[in-house]
């Protein structure tokens, strides 16, 4: 089978892509408006792109053609954002703030979440998530319909007992991240590992 996204399928690419390219993490993003409100939503078209520097990259779709949503709206005007990373423990709490809610209504609160201060943002990050990354705007691109934000990670926040300090290995018995599977309502468990030693 082959499928011609250029052409009658362009429409379709999402579900396409969005069944195919899986699992993909998710990023419960925090920003804040030029009032201070908090907004919290989860991204799956979201990966770390590198690190020297360290960055990620973060896709969010428009509310409507051309009206993008809080979280992109709220990274251009402060060029700040926190991703919050999901674990198990997160995972209904993440589905509650994906809720369409009144403009200016902090979805933490709705999901019953924590906010506690960042060290170099405004935004809040999460005090239930395993990992929190502080990130600031390095650019967007704007590719069509897509809007890609690049942030820089500048500081990172995790739970004690999943990393390692001497190796900064993650301990897998501690971090149960899930992951995006096909839309609309899929996820998945990372339990079930197996190691594939790169060869030499």
């Known amino acids: 089978m082959e499928l011609d996204l250029t052409g009658p399928l362009r429409e379709d690419a999402y579900m396409i892509l969005a069944g195919l390219v899986t699992p993909r993490p998710i990023a419960l993003t925090t920003t804040v408006d030029a009032e201070g409100r908090v ?25 409507a053609p051309g009206v993008p949503k809080d979280t992109a709206r709220n990274i251009r005007l402060t060029g700040e954002f926190v991703v919050n990373l999901v674990d198990e423990a997160l995972a209904e709490a993440m589905n509650l703030c994906a809720a369409s809610l009144p403009p200016g209504e902090n979805e933490l609160f709705h999901a019953r979440l924590t906010a506690l201060p960042s060290s170099v943002v405004r935004p809040p990050r999460i005090a239930e998530a395993p990992a929190s990354l502080e990130c600031r705007r390095h650019s967007i691109l704007e590719i069509g319909g897509n809007r890609l934000i690049i942030g820089e990670v500048l ?26 599977m096909a839309a609309p309502h899929w996820y998945s468990r990372t339990r079930d590992m197996f190691e594939l030693r790169r060869p030499r």
């Open 155 to 180: 500081r990172v926040h995790v739970r004690e007992g999943i990393l390692d300090p001497a190796t900064w290995l993650v301990n897998p018995a501690h971090y149960h991240p899930i992951g995006r």
């Open 39 to 63: 907004n919290a939503a989860p991204f799956s078209f979201f990966n770390v792109l590198g690190d020297s520097p360290p960055i990620v990259g973060l896709c969010p779709g428009d509310r």
